[in-house]
């Protein structure tokens, strides 16, 4: 299963593995107190499409299309999240921005959870 949630949400044990899908760290969150349990910064989007989109809601179709065009090109860091996931049982990806609806892990779960669909076998 795997779960976005925004890291200034309240902890709980239920979030399995925590991990922080932000290039920068979020504004007044502690790494002490964060109950993080990985900070993948490399999996985010790169600095340059973080700055075009800007998080205009009118850039939202755009910024999907290019941020999964950058997860095809980082194959060992989603197979490391799928690896978390069937590890834990449970992947929490963490984000802050206030858009809960358009933001980079909303695109990670989406990329993940068809990189977890199977084609069927055919039998011959």
Not at 69 to 83: I, M
Not at 94 to 121: G, I
């Amino acid at each position: 299963m795997i779960l976005i949630k925004r890291i200034y949400d309240p902890y709980s044990p239920d979030d399995g593995y925590r991990v922080l899908v932000d290039r920068l760290w979020p504004r007044g969150i502690a790494k002490a107190t964060s109950h993080l349990d990985l900070w993948l910064k490399d999996i985010a989007p790169s600095t340059t499409l973080r700055h075009w989109f800007n998080h205009d809601p009118a850039k939202w179709p755009g910024f999907q299309k290019k941020y999964q065009q950058e997860l095809a090109r980082k194959p060992g860091l989603v197979a490391q999240l799928k690896s978390f996931e069937a590890q834990h049982h449970r992947l929490t990806l963490l984000y802050a921005a206030k858009d809960t609806d358009r933001n980079e892990a909303v695109v990670l779960q989406q990329w993940l959870q068809k990189k977890s669909t199977v084609a069927p076998v055919k039998k011959s």
